[in-house]
C-alpha cells in the first residue's frame, strides 16, 4: 500500500500539519506502509500507483482536481469545515468524537488523536512542595482565553487569594494579544512558542485546557426556562463548543507530567475515565475544588505518573497508526 498526503503548506508550527501528515506519514513508513508527502506544485511526482491520496487543511478544496488526475485512487482529507461536502473524498480523518459527529455527511469518518511524536520519551516532572506560589500553564491558540470568562477566572483568583499565589504561564501563538475578557487578576507571564516550551510547561504544577463556553454569558435568563415535561432543569450545564474540539492540548501536558483539570467537553473524558482521578470541573466552585486538591505535591506525582503510563499504553502512534491503516483498507474494499 503506498499512501501520499498533500499539503500546500508544509509548516511545522502548523498543527494540523506537523501531527497529522509531516508525523503520521513518518509512523506509516515505520510500520511498513510506504507514505510520501507532496506539495500542490510537485502533483506530477506522485506515482499513479498510489492506493491512496490524503488532503490535508491546506490542499482538501482542490480535491476535484485530484480526483481528475488520480481517478482510481482513494482520496482522504484532514481537518476539514463541517459544512464542506464533497463526493470525491472517500474518507475524512479527525481528531476527536466531537469531530466525528460534527462530520455528517460523510459515511466514512476515522479517528486519529493528536499525538505530538516531538514530546516522546521526554522525563516527565518530578512534584515538589518547595514553592510558595503556584504555576498554573495553560498552552494554545489565544481566542480560548476567552473561555476562563468567568469561572475559571474566579477560581483562579479565590485560590491566590486564599491558598496561595499564582504565577499563570500562557504559552500561545501571539504572546501581545490584548486578553480582555476572562483576564485573572493574578501574575501572569505570556509566552510564545519559539521559546523552551518543555522547560516553560515543566515549571508548572497544573495544566488547564478550557474548551467549553457557558451559554449562560450570552443568553439572559436562559437557566430560568425550565420544564420537567421536557426534562429540563435550573440545575442543567450550558455548554457551547467547537466542532473541532479536542484533546490535543491535554495530551501534551501528560506527556511532561502535569496534571490536568478537564473541562466538560467530551474527548476530555478519553484518557480521565482510564486513569480514575476524575479531576473534571466547570464552575468556580469545581474549579477551586480541584486547585485546592492539586496542591499536595504527592497527589500532583501520583496523577502525572498514572497520567503518563495511561497516556503511552492507550495512545501509541504505531497503534493508532495501524487501527487508521485497517480503516482504509476496508474502504478499499
Same mark, same amino acid.
Given at each position: 500500500?503506498?499512501?501520499?498526503?498533500?499539503?500546500?503548506n508544509?509548516? $511545522?508550527?502548523?498543527?494540523s @500539519? +506537523?501531527i497529522?501528515?509531516?508525523d503520521?506519514?513518518r509512523?506509516?513508513?515505520?510500520?511498513n506502509?510506504?507514505?510520501?508527502?507532496f506539495?500542490?506544485d510537485?502533483?506530477?511526482?506522485? $506515482?499513479?500507483?498510489?492506493s491512496? /491520496?490524503?488532503?490535508?487543511?491546506?490542499?482538501y478544496?482542490?480535491?476535484?482536481?485530484?480526483?481528475d488526475m488520480?481517478?482510481?485512487?482513494?482520496?482522504g482529507a484532514?481537518?476539514?469545515d463541517c459544512?464542506?461536502?464533497?463526493?470525491?473524498?472517500d474518507f475524512?480523518?479527525?481528531g476527536?468524537i466531537?469531530?466525528y459527529?460534527?462530520?455528517s455527511y460523510?459515511?466514512e469518518v476515522? %479517528?486519529?488523536p493528536?499525538?505530538e511524536r516531538k514530546?516522546e520519551?521526554i522525563?516527565?516532572?518530578? &512534584?515538589?512542595n518547595?514553592k510558595?506560589?503556584f504555576?498554573?500553564?495553560f &498552552?494554545?491558540?489565544?481566542?480560548?482565553?476567552?473561555k476562563?470568562?468567568p469561572?475559571l477566572k474566579? !477560581? %483562579?483568583? +479565590?485560590?491566590?487569594k486564599?491558598?496561595?499565589?499564582?504565577n499563570?504561564?500562557?504559552?500561545?501563538?501571539n504572546?501581545?494579544?490584548?486578553?480582555?475578557a476572562g483576564?485573572?487578576k493574578?501574575?501572569?507571564?505570556m &509566552?510564545?512558542y519559539?521559546?523552551?516550551?518543555?522547560? %516553560?510547561v515543566?515549571?508548572?504544577?497544573?495544566? %488547564?485546557?478550557?474548551?467549553?463556553t457557558?451559554?449562560? =454569558?450570552?443568553?439572559d435568563?436562559?437557566?430560568?426556562?425550565?420544564?420537567?415535561?421536557?426534562g429540563?432543569?435550573?440545575? $442543567?450545564?450550558?455548554?457551547r463548543?467547537k466542532?473541532?474540539t479536542?484533546? *490535543?492540548? !491535554?495530551?501534551? =501536558?501528560y506527556?511532561?507530567g502535569?496534571?490536568?483539570?478537564h473541562d466538560?467537553?467530551p474527548s476530555s473524558?478519553?484518557l480521565?475515565?482510564k486513569? *480514575?482521578? #476524575?479531576?473534571c470541573a466547570?464552575d468556580e466552585r469545581? @474549579?477551586f475544588?480541584?486547585?485546592?486538591? =492539586?496542591?499536595s505535591h504527592?497527589?500532583?506525582?501520583?496523577? !502525572? /505518573?498514572?497520567?503518563?503510563e495511561?497516556?503511552?499504553a492507550y495512545? #501509541?502512534? !504505531?497503534d493508532?497508526? +495501524?487501527? =487508521?491503516?485497517?480503516?482504509?483498507k476496508e474502504t478499499i474494499?
Amino acid at each position: 500500500m503506498k499512501i501520499n498526503f498533500i499539503t500546500n503548506n508544509p509548516d $511545522d508550527n502548523a498543527g494540523s @500539519y +506537523r501531527i497529522w501528515v509531516r508525523d503520521l506519514s513518518r509512523t506509516f513508513n515505520e510500520i511498513n506502509v510506504k507514505s510520501k508527502i507532496f506539495t500542490l506544485d510537485s502533483l506530477d511526482k506522485i $506515482d499513479k500507483d498510489s492506493s491512496v /491520496i490524503v488532503l490535508c487543511k491546506s490542499a482538501y478544496k482542490v480535491c476535484n482536481h485530484i480526483k481528475d488526475m488520480f481517478p482510481d485512487t482513494l482520496i482522504g482529507a484532514i481537518n476539514i469545515d463541517c459544512n464542506y461536502n464533497n463526493k470525491n473524498i472517500d474518507f475524512v480523518i479527525v481528531g476527536s468524537i466531537e469531530e466525528y459527529t460534527s462530520m455528517s455527511y460523510y459515511k466514512e469518518v476515522y %479517528i486519529y488523536p493528536l499525538i505530538e511524536r516531538k514530546f516522546e520519551n521526554i522525563k516527565i516532572k518530578s &512534584h515538589t512542595n518547595k514553592k510558595d506560589y503556584f504555576n498554573i500553564c495553560f &498552552h494554545g491558540h489565544y481566542p480560548h482565553l476567552f473561555k476562563f470568562e468567568p469561572f475559571l477566572k474566579s !477560581a %483562579i483568583e +479565590r485560590f491566590n487569594k486564599e491558598i496561595k499565589p499564582v504565577n499563570l504561564k500562557i504559552i500561545t501563538g501571539n504572546k501581545d494579544f490584548n486578553w480582555k475578557a476572562g483576564k485573572p487578576k493574578v501574575n501572569i507571564e505570556m &509566552h510564545d512558542y519559539s521559546e523552551d516550551f518543555v522547560s %516553560i510547561v515543566q515549571e508548572c504544577d497544573v495544566g %488547564i485546557v478550557p474548551n467549553v463556553t457557558d451559554v449562560r =454569558l450570552f443568553v439572559d435568563n436562559l437557566q430560568k426556562q425550565t420544564s420537567t415535561e421536557y426534562g429540563l432543569y435550573d440545575t $442543567d450545564f450550558f455548554l457551547r463548543m467547537k466542532n473541532k474540539t479536542n484533546a *490535543g492540548r !491535554a495530551y501534551v =501536558l501528560y506527556q511532561l507530567g502535569i496534571p490536568v483539570i478537564h473541562d466538560l467537553s467530551p474527548s476530555s473524558f478519553e484518557l480521565l475515565c482510564k486513569t *480514575g482521578y #476524575n479531576i473534571c470541573a466547570h464552575d468556580e466552585r469545581s @474549579y477551586f475544588r480541584e486547585m485546592k486538591k =492539586l496542591s499536595s505535591h504527592e497527589l500532583r506525582n501520583e496523577v !502525572a /505518573i498514572k497520567n503518563r503510563e495511561i497516556f503511552d499504553a492507550y495512545y #501509541n502512534p !504505531a497503534d493508532h497508526a +495501524r487501527k =487508521l491503516i485497517k480503516k482504509i483498507k476496508e474502504t478499499i474494499k
